[in-house]
T-cell receptor
Framework: AQTVTQSQPEMSVQEAETVTLSCTYDTSESDYYLFWYKQPPSRQMILVIRQEAYKQQNATENRFSVNFQKAAKSFSLKISDSQLGDAAMYFCAYRSGWEYGNKLVFGAGTILRVKS | DAGVIQSPRHEVTEMGQEVTLRCKPISGHNSLFWYRQTMMRGLELLIYFNNNVPIDDSGMPEDRFSAKMPNASFSTLKIQPSEPRDSAVYFC????????????FGSGTQLSVL
């Protein structure tokens, strides 16, 4: 079974600075998808960014980018120019490229605090 | 589209009572997922349906939990009898079945069992 590990329970960043959230995963599959979700205090789960394992290029979405290291099974999220609205719980998630359906396996989450 | 709609948003009940959580997926989505979120265990997949058929219920914790999807636009998660350890946020999510389909979450139901 696949597992996702987020080793940082909490992180802090100063407004306008850059922060990197770590994620590692364990799988024997070669085809899969990785995601970062944001959960603000409103509880809503918001998709931040997604990476297909077959793509070598790292995904980017505005201030959010990933560092995908397939051999190391590492998938970190970098948030540039941090804003107060970035404060939330961030979840890393894995989805098999073979298994039927959109079933996600989540990490334990990292709480991100943004200081003004 | 209104997104995935869950009700109620909050539910407080007493131990031993039956609890029913409801979900309306996004129209056109044929996969539906129930997740549970707790501090101790994070986000766990309880069950998922495809075309109204349960595909994987291995995450359902015990027989007190049951889920149904009588049609493409409605699903329920029932706990009977409820216990304090069932207190959690329960999320419903839906998607299409293509590999590029995104998973959309509802706002969750905060369940407190006293």
């Amino acid at each position: 079974a696949q597992t996702v590990t987020q080793s940082q329970p909490e992180m802090s960043v100063q407004e306008a600075e850059t922060v990197t959230l770590s994620c590692t995963y364990d799988t024997s599959e070669s085809d899969y998808y990785l995601f970062w979700y944001k959960q603000p205090p409103s509880r809503q789960m918001i998709l931040v960014i997604r990476q297909e394992a077959y793509k070598q290029q790292n995904a980017t979405e505005n201030r959010f980018s990933v560092n995908f290291q397939k051999a190391a099974k590492s998938f970190s999220l970098k948030i540039s120019d941090s804003q107060l609205g970035d404060a939330a719980m961030y979840f890393c998630a894995y989805r098999s490229g073979w298994e039927y359906g959109n079933k996600l396996v989540f990490g334990a989450g990292t709480i991100l605090r943004v200081k003004s | 589209d209104a997104g995935v709609i869950q009700s109620p948003r909050h539910e407080v009940t007493e131990m031993g009572q039956e609890v029913t959580l409801r979900c309306k997926p996004i129209s056109g989505h044929n996969s539906l997922f129930w997740y549970r979120q707790t501090m101790m265990r994070g986000l766990e997949l309880l069950i998922y349906f495809n075309n109204n058929v349960p595909i994987d219920d291995s995450g359902m914790p015990e027989d007190r939990f049951s889920a149904k999807m009588p049609n493409a636009s409605f699903s329920t998660l029932k706990i009977q009898p409820s216990e304090p350890r069932d207190s959690a946020v329960y999320f419903c999510a839906s998607s299409g079945t293509g590999l590029n389909e995104k998973l959309f979450f509802g706002s969750g139901t905060q369940l407190s069992v006293l």
